[in-house]
């Protein structure tokens, strides 16, 4: 019971549960303590704090490191959470391995071992990827989240015609504008680089045609451009609606079931059930 109290305690907790608030809420502020020392530390009015941020990093750090030794501990329970059935050892080598069990142990590990400022900053900014534990306390990250997965197979095929067309538009300018500025078009990578900065519209201007024939190329693949951006934004628009719609026809639904529904005798409605789930983030939860 002790250790499926604290795995209540560290996963997302309702309301009533006050203890695993508090912890959330703790999480949320060393995660966004952590983010703005890294951006203060590069002004050099941070100076005169050094030893302040270094304490304030250090015990936060200690509290990542807590936090990942207790989800490694838990893992069984957090698995068997998602109907995983998997043995308290082959499920915390599961999470060790798993993207957020890297992201946890990147974010406090290298803190300990003797590294020099600017690798230490580099890993810094890896535990600033604790930023998002915070989409479990949030339905519309949820949301964003749950159209991404619907909609991958959409989004990457327009990625790959991008990726395609880009690579065409490198090779087509290299040739066109290489004889006339063969500084800027030195080699097809060149060209690419071009390519990304028109075909996405970002347009930085370091990399220009001066021939007719590529400024006149230049033209039409910037309209092409416009058009490839436009393909990923519009899939994932309508996957916003077709979830915003389900969303709303959930309680109708809901209501028009459980007035069609018989009613049940009270003992055999439901069965024993070991876990409760979250009002909140739809997790399992052991009771």
């Known amino acids: 019971m002790k250790r499926k109290r604290i795995y209540t305690i560290i996963q997302v907790g309702n309301l009533s549960d006050i203890p695993s608030r508090a912890y959330d809420y703790a999480l949320m502020a060393a995660v966004l303590i952590n983010i703005f020392i890294a951006i203060f530390d590069t002004f050099p009015e941070s100076l005169p704090y050094k030893s302040i941020m270094h304490i304030t990093e250090t015990l936060t750090v200690l509290y990542f490191t807590v936090d990942y030794v207790l989800r ?13 059935r998997l043995p308290a050892s082959k499920a915390r080598i599961r999470f060790v391995f798993s993207w957020v069990g890297l992201v946890d142990f990147l974010s406090c590990i290298p803190f300990f071992l003797p590294m020099g400022g600017s690798v230490l900053r580099l890993f810094r900014i890896v535990r600033i990827l604790r930023v ?8 519309p990250l949820h949301v964003i989240g749950d ?21 065409a538009a490198s090779l087509l300018m290299y040739s066109l504008e290489h004889e006339a500025q063969p500084e800027a078009f030195a080699n097809a990578f060149s060209g690419f680089w071009w390519a990304a900065n028109t075909l996405l519209t970002v347009g930085y201007g370091d990399v220009v045609p001066v021939t007719l024939a590529g400024k006149i190329c230049g033209t039409v693949l910037t309209f ?28 109708q639904s809901a209501a028009v079931s459980h007035a069609a ?3 049940q005798p009270a003992e055999s409605s439901q069965p024993d059930d070991p876990f409760e789930y979250c009002p909140y983030c739809g997790h399992r939860l052991p009771k």
């Open 72 to 84: 490694i501990w838990t893992a069984d329970l957090y698995y068997e959470s998602l109907d995983i």
């Open 147 to 167: 159209v991404i997965n619907k909609k991958k197979g959409q989004l990457l095929s327009s990625s790959f015609i991008v990726l395609i067309l880009m690579v």
């Open 132 to 139: 998002f534990r915070i989409h479990h306390y949030a339905d």
């Open 224 to 251: 092409l451009g416009v058009g490839m951006v436009a393909i990923p934004t519009g899939i994932l628009s309508a996957g916003f609606m077709e979830q915003v719609s389900s969303l709303r026809q959930q309680p």
């Open 261 to 263: 529904a018989p009613l």
